[in-house]
């Protein structure tokens, strides 16, 4: 199949081209010819599988030759993703004369005002930063004619569910409507029925599924033992390695003391400005630091194909987060590793876990790698039943451990 087949108009066609994607993906060559047709539309998505181009590339197609104007919405939870969403679809649409904007929170209104004034066919929206703009009139949704919840369950999870009704109101009667998701909670298919009751739905592999180029493994930990094993299971990483951690408080400390330890390493999270955030993105992409240190918040929209393992240091709240977290990693069918260090009073949270990745794990069943314990007695890994890879033998010797099994 190719994107040709799928009905985009040739400077569409030629915008992708100069990206460099040669065929679809699954859920584009899915979703494409559905909102070419005008049809609403539901994407549940897994993590990586291309679904900005999915509904970028024929809405872009879609406005191509139209009026000018604010045409199409898309909505998005975070900063991170406001700007990586709009980078891909202003390369998608280098060639057909559209302008794509972006507003989002943490810099000065009146610059994103500015590139309104000059033409905005496109926008790309964080919630707030949104309402703002449309309060103080900056901006108008009355010639919407296609909106684009993105990361819905996301907006849930970060509370902006009151937001986007305030917008969706704001939008005119007549419109095509598109969702995309990785998970499906019932918060979200509330917000479905009120406003895209008749969305078709376009579901890639199962609802909530990690892609299953991805290697899941489980060590016991327990909790002082944590930074010791992760560190020196760091050392023996040459590639991009994406570190999660629960709270904002603990993934700056967590940076430092890898920084300090020699890695090369820095963190992101909330607290952090727009630009700082920025600069450690850019930094990371481009491979300068090789480690990140993330909140689920921060890291959502990190755009970063080349990630080789993703760690929980702390283990995510909810099933739905350790599926965005190791979907990171073993994006657009890469293979990637996702290793989580789980503390005795994490346990029940991995169990439901390795229930849900039982039998999509593609581990080969060998053992898991042993991280050496730096002391004398002192405990530092044990691998849970979940996922295996070829061993590395200890650098040191230290404390018998065992593992836990792989599922
Ligand atoms: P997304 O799920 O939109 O974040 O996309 C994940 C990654 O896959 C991004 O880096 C895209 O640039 C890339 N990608 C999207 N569609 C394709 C395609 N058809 N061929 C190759 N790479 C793609």
Redesign the pocket.
């Known amino acids: 199949m190719t994107f040709a087949s799928l009905g985009l108009c040739e400077p569409i066609l030629k915008g992708v081209r100069d990206?460099?994607?040669?065929?679809?993906?699954d859920i584009?060559a899915h979703a494409i010819p559905k909102i070419l047709q005008g049809l609403d539309l539901i994407g549940l998505?897994q993590?990586?599988?291309?679904?900005?181009?999915?509904f970028g590339l024929p809405i872009l197609h879609r406005l191509t030759g139209g009026e000018p104007g604010l045409r199409g919405l898309i909505v998005v939870p975070t900063r991170e993703l406001c700007v990586?969403v709009a980078e891909?679809l202003r390369l998608y649409a280098a060639y057909s004369g559209l302008k794509v904007c972006t507003a989002f929170g943490g810099v000065d209104m009146s610059i994103q005002e500015s590139a309104f004034k000059r033409g905005c066919d496109v926008l790309v929206a964080c919630p707030g930063r949104l309402i703002d703009h449309l309060e103080r009139r900056n901006l108008t949704l009355a010639k919407v004619q296609v909106v684009v919840l993105d990361e819905s369950d996301r907006m849930l999870d970060m509370g902006f569910m009151p937001q986007i009704r305030r917008i969706f109101v704001r939008l005119p009667q007549e419109r095509q409507n598109l969702m995309f998701s990785a998970t499906m909670p019932k918060e979200v298919e509330s917000l479905v029925g009120d406003f895209l009751p008749n969305a078709e739905r376009v579901q890639i592999g199962s609802r909530s599924q990690a892609p299953a180029t991805i290697h899941h493994r489980f060590v016991a930990v327990s909790v002082v033992d944590k930074h010791d094993l992760l560190e020196r299971l760091l050392v023996n990483e040459h590639g991009k390695v994406l570190i999660f951690v629960n709270k904002k408080i603990g993934c700056e400390k967590l940076g430092n003391i890898l920084k300090r330890s020699g890695l090369p390493a820095d963190s992101i999270h909330g607290d952090k400005g727009a630009e700082q955030r920025h600069m450690v993105l850019q930094a990371f992409s481009r491979g300068k630091t090789r480690i990140l240190i993330a909140t689920d918040v921060a890291a959502r929209g990190i755009?970063v194909?080349d990630i080789d393992l993703v760690v929980n240091h702390d283990f995510p709240l909810a099933l739905e987060d350790y599926i965005h977290r190791s979907g990171r990693t073993g994006?657009?069918g890469r293979q990637g590793r996702a290793i989580s260090l789980v503390a005795p009073s994490e346990r029940h949270l991995y169990e439901a876990v390795r229930r849900h990745l039982k039998g999509e794990a593609p581990g080969d069943g060998g053992p898991p790698p042993r991280p050496a314990a730096r002391g004398r007695g002192r405990s530092s890994g044990t691998a849970l039943r979940g996922g295996s890879s070829r061993g590395r033998r200890p650098r040191s010797g230290g404390a018998s451990r065992s593992m836990l099994a792989a599922s």
């Open positions: 990206v460099g994607y040669t065929e679809p993906t584009q998505g993590t990586g599988s291309g679904k900005t181009a999915a990586q891909n755009d194909d994006r657009a």
